[in-house]
């Protein structure tokens, strides 16, 4: 059961929009093989700013996903792509349908 998640916010530099939302699209086969992932959305706010939300059972989960493979290539490029850190709020799931 979904007990909790992440919804984390980052702002593309100008210029690299388009990269960063196909790194964001390219991201859901890393996500498929988290198996402690339940569910990973990435979207788009506005035309520079993008994010991500997922839901997990467990805080393992959780954890194994801010320490994954894309956490690592995201920050591997943030200096090229992002115009500040990524935000990131972890949340406890109150109703889920």
């Known amino acids: 059961m979904e007990k909790l998640s992440l919804l984390a916010r980052v702002q593309a530099k100008p210029g690299q929009e388009a990269t960063v939302e196909n790194f964001l699209k390219e991201a859901l086969a890393m996500a498929q093989r988290e198996a402690g992932t339940i569910?990973?959305?990435?979207?788009?706010?506005?035309?520079?700013?993008?994010?991500?939300f997922d839901t997990f059972a467990t805080e393992d989960g959780r954890q194994a996903h801010l320490s994954g493979e894309i956490a690592k290539a995201l920050m591997a490029n943030a200096d090229t792509l992002l115009s500040g850190a990524p935000v990131i709020e972890q949340l406890e799931l109150l109703a889920v349908k």
Do not use: Q
């Open 39 to 52: 569910r990973w959305y990435a979207f788009k706010i506005n035309e520079n700013t993008f994010g991500i």
